[in-house]
């Protein structure tokens, strides 16, 4: 008997992932996930470690099987669809080359293999082409054991980048490259996979990166997907605290205070400030009738001003080239990181004046951490 | 704490094999920390090892305060370390850790139970310090470490890639945490690192390495603003900088060959053209120099091919069609209108340039390079 393979062209409707479940021993690995990539769209997946990145990508490749929930490519329910027959790509974080073969036959063994199944074996790019992008045009003769920790990852990234997948998994990876390469690579690859015909998901625990390479981000913690979104309205509307944490260099700050209202105004107060809402909260602080909130600045929104209304002692300061990164202790004890390009040398110790711009506020619940909206 | 010294310190690993430490001279000041940065197999974790006592010298010497200590075992040096995957004992309770290296020197018991009181306090690890470490974040057991780590006060504190098991956030966190610990107590420091996020924020110098050379040691901010050749150029700065061969024309005008762009360098700079011949220039910009505006149709020199949001910067690919295709990236304020295709006008300013020889890839103008 033989299984008659759909018609990929009139059905490609990429992958979607409904509600699945997951738990190992005592530990929730995942729980009710449900997300959805379309043909040549990139999912950044991202999450600090341990938060079930790895588990939803084994679970989607058929290599672990999930308690509950369904995983449908096309429309179609693969539940029942072995590992091999998924025509999944799988970028493994440990990278899992074959030690006894070459770059070469390692990139080219996904190939072989669909060859050996009577199935053609397909290719969107040419090997020499994607060597050259991947700078390792001149490792192809070496075994594994034999190349440092950014070569092996690239080796596994061409083999996985070589085939013509109905869906490509990356799970991290660029991690372990250097600053200047993970810069091209991360625009190259990314280009590569918006012509392509297949779903992307791209898995990392880097928020930086997470918003350069994906259309959508979904952003997992402790098992749950905390917020799906484009990249600007997770950076600039984060779900909940645990999200605002996740992005920005550096992320956020995060106040606890109380709302309460000022002559018809609702104005924010901690032990250390107090600051009006802007106009965009107004109404929601008000009809939600919350009074234990949590603020979210992000520390290009703090302007350091000699008569700035707040002032706190400087706590440490970080000098980056372009800019400075200076930590402000306040009267309650918090701290307040502030990103500026002014270069005037700073004490620790000594006072400092500060405004913040109320535009970008952020404002979560103070039980649960979820943003007010 | 002392003052450290590397002279002319060799690190050969076998016969035959190139020195994985060339000619080493380098000096850690009291009270400082000495950041070592590099891509892996530069030379950096060698040095590190040889500080330590790990791996022997081929040749040269290490001084610690003036006395050399190639000869002493490790144990004698009084170094204590920080790891990457922290080393502590699971089952060891956050105090019983820290107080180890003193129960091995046999203290007295309240001199003990002083020294852990100052280090959990300063550390911030006193509501957890009757919990087991095993189950801990890990930025809680890298603190811990750390404490371990102050307790014996220590010569010299080497720290090897601190921070590169832990996630973002608790990574920027620990940080500034470190660099606040190390200033307040004056602790002379080593950090071996390859993330110049790391290295920048923390170290007072940084010393970069390369193929077992040492390139430049320098503050984090004049290796942004004089790096000495076009190695540091490119491995200091995030996205890095961009790199256009260069001619120089009769008036002195530098062309990048970007088209309505004429660089021409202040006065007091042009003396260093004198001596280039016309097109060994390679000119590097940043690409938060690089200014972008949206350019009226005939204004426009660049097509925007790639924009990558990156919160509150966007960082933009941009192509120089013509006869001489080019690429160049720009950093600008995020979110920014742009968007793939559109036709913009970018101006670099002179002042922003920096300029490499393309033969000894040297910085023409650096005097901060290694003498």
């Known amino acids: 008997m033989t299984i008659q393979a759909p018609n990929l062209q009139a059905t490609r409707q990429g992958l979607s992932v409904e509600a699945l479940s997951k738990r190992f021993g005592n530990v929730e690995a995942l729980r009710d996930a449900t997300l959805s990539v379309e043909p040549g769209e990139v999912l950044a997946l991202v999450g600090p470690s341990g938060a079930g990145k790895t588990t939803l990508c084994r679970i989607i490749a058929g290599l672990t099987a999930a308690d509950a929930g369904c995983v449908r490519f096309d429309s179609e329910d693969i539940a029942d669809m072995p590992a091999g027959q998924r025509r999944v790509a799988l970028m493994f974080e440990s990278y899992a080359l074959y030690p006894h073969l070459t770059v070469r036959e390692n990139i080219l063994s996904p190939l072989k293999a669909r060859a050996r199944g009577g199935k053609p074996g397909g290719s969107f790019i040419g090997f020499d082409e994607l060597l050259a992008v991947l700078e390792i045009a001149h490792l192809v003769d070496r075994l594994p054991a034999a190349l440092s920790g950014g070569q092996k990852q690239r080796a596994a990234l061409a083999r996985a980048l070589i085939q013509d997948p109905r869906l490509l998994m990356l799970d991290e990876p660029i991690s372990h490259l250097d600053a200047k390469l993970r810069h091209k690579l991360r625009g190259e690859i990314r280009r590569m996979l918006g012509t392509r015909r297949h779903p992307s998901i791209w898995s990392t625990p880097d928020g930086l990166e997470a918003l350069s390479v994906g259309d959508r981000i979904a952003v997992i913690h402790s098992g749950r997907i905390e917020q799906i979104g484009t990249p600007e309205e997770i950076f600039r509307r984060p779900a909940s605290i645990k999200v605002a944490r996740l992005f920005g260099d550096p992320p956020a700050n995060i106040l606890g205070g109380e709302l309460s209202d000022e002559a018809g105004k609702a104005v924010f107060a901690s032990s250390s400030l107090k600051l009006d809402l802007p106009p965009r909260l107004q109404e929601l602080a008000r009809s939600r009738n919350k009074k234990n909130v949590y603020i979210g600045v992000n520390p290009t929104d703090i302007q350091i001003d000699g008569n700035g209304r707040f002032s706190g002692s400087i706590y440490s300061v970080e000098a980056f080239g372009k800019n400075y990164i200076v930590t402000v202790q306040l009267n309650g004890g918090e701290l307040v990181k502030i990103k500026t390009k002014d270069p005037t040398e700073r004490k620790i110790g000594s006072n400092l004046s500060f405004d913040i711009s109320p535009t970008g506020l952020m404002l979560f619940d103070g039980d649960h951490g979820t943003a007010l909206a | ?371």
């Open chain 2, 1 to 371: 704490m002392a003052v450290v010294e590397f002279q002319e310190v060799n690190k050969r690993y076998a016969d035959g094999q190139a020195l994985a430490v060339d000619s080493l001279n380098l000096r850690c000041n009291e009270g400082e920390m000495l950041a070592l940065l590099g891509p892996s197999g530069c030379g950096k974790s060698s040095t590190l090892k040889m500080a330590a006592g790990l791996e022997d010298l081929t040749s040269g010497e290490i001084f610690f305060g003036g006395k050399p200590i190639s000869a002493l075992p490790p144990a004698q040096r009084n170094i204590a370390m920080v790891f990457e995957d922290y080393c502590l004992y699971p089952n060891l309770s956050v105090e019983d850790n820290i107080g180890f290296p003193l129960t091995v020197q046999r203290v007295t018991a309240t001199e003990l139970a002083k020294r852990v009181d100052e280090i959990t306090a300063m550390l911030g690890l006193e509501a957890i310090r009757k919990q087991p470490v095993r189950g801990l974040s890990g930025g809680a057991q890298q603190r811990v470490s750390i404490g371990r780590a102050l307790i014996r006060e220590p010569n010299l504190v080497l720290f090897d890639e601190p921070l590169s098991h832990l996630d973002g956030d608790q990574r920027v966190h620990l940080r500034s945490e470190i660099s606040r610990l190390q200033k307040s107590r004056g602790l002379t420091s080593i950090l071996v690192t390859h993330d110049q996020n790391e290295a920048t924020a923390m170290a007072d110098r940084i010393a970069i390495m390369h193929g077992g050379k040492l390139q430049q040691v320098a503050t984090p901010r004049e290796l942004y603003l004089r790096p000495a050749n076009i190695f540091v150029a490119n491995f200091i700065g995030e996205p890095p900088m961009n790199m256009l061969d260069a001619g120089v024309e009769d008036g002195g005008t530098i062309d990048v060959g970007i088209p309505g762009l004429e660089l021409v360098l202040a006065p007091d700079r042009r003396k260093v053209l004198d001596s280039q011949k016309a097109g060994d220039l390679v000119v590097g910009v940043r690409p938060e120099h690089v200014a972008v505006v949206p350019a009226a149709s005939g204004d426009a020199n660049v097509r925007l091919t790639y924009r990558e949001p990156r919160g509150d910067v966007d960082v933009l690919t941009l192509a120089i069609d013509g006869p001489k295709p080019l690429e160049l990236v720009a950093e600008v304020d995020g979110p920014s209108p742009y968007r793939v295709n559109d036709l913009l006008r970018i101006d670099i300013l002179a002042d922003h340039i920096h300029l490499f020889d393309r033969e000894s890839e040297a910085n023409l103008e650096a005097a901060g390079g290694v003498q």
